[in-house]
């Protein structure tokens, strides 16, 4: 699980957002697997803390999709499904290219400057082994929503962004998707800095819609194992 002492040290997060990084890694590097249930007892004898903080971030996790609660059998990871690929990549499209666009009319020189920060701490993550790509990456594309968007528009994409993200790990997967989507990034934030919401609208939809294609074809084999 990795040291929690250490990290409560440095008193950056609460114990129950510890605890939230802790099993979030763990689920996103495969050490907690699909269907595996999240067993509280083990964790807290662990770990030396009490089942509250650990329900707190589990119930957070809940909503981020990873874990789902089962009457009288506690928490179990929640396997990666089609449908559900299906009904949050419809969603991302509905909402997403045109908020991106919107952000475009409308950043200043602040917005610019916060994408490119987002943008460049998007690079320095480690795709296939930091936990934290997720959260790199969902920054990067807020940081293009941002400037236009209202709380609740801003609140409900980033929601879609983070059940998307084992989703989009699992896509990328596959040798040089990585560096494609590096690729794709950074065009999408070129046109954005350049106030083409035009071009921004076409590549965002392609980039989603293109991830969502690809799943379609991979997830079906999966899910039927």
Wanted: with cysteine.
């Amino acid at each position: 699980m990795g040291s929690i002492r250490a990290r409560s040290s440095l008193q950056i997060r609460t114990l129950a957002d510890q605890l939230y990084h802790l099993i979030r890694e763990r689920i996103l590097k495969g050490i907690l697997e699909e269907g595996e249930p999240v067993r509280q007892d083990t964790i807290a004898a662990e770990l030396g803390i009490s089942k509250i903080p650990l329900r707190e971030a589990l119930a957070r996790l809940e909503q981020d999709g990873l874990v789902r609660s089962h009457p009288n059998r506690g928490f179990m990871v929640n396997p990666l499904s089609a449908e559900e690929a299906d009904e949050v990549f419809h969603l991302r499209l509905q909402l997403e290219p045109g908020a991106t666009a919107a952000g475009c009319a409308a950043a200043g020189t602040a917005d610019h400057v916060a994408a490119r920060r987002a943008f460049d701490a998007l690079c320095s993550c480690g795709m296939q082994d930091d936990a934290d790509w997720g959260e790199c990456n969902r920054a990067f594309h807020m940081a293009l929503i941002r400037p236009a968007s209202g709380n609740l528009t801003y609140t409900m994409i980033e929601r879609l962004n983070v059940i998307a993200d084992r989703y989009v790990r699992f896509h990328l997967g596959p040798q040089g998707r990585p560096e494609r989507a590096n690729i794709q990034h950074e065009d999408i934030l070129r046109a954005w800095l350049a106030g083409d919401s035009d071009t921004v609208l076409n590549m965002v939809r392609d980039h989603i819609r293109e991830t969502h294609d690809d799943l379609r074809k991979e997830l079906p084999a999966i899910t039927a194992d």
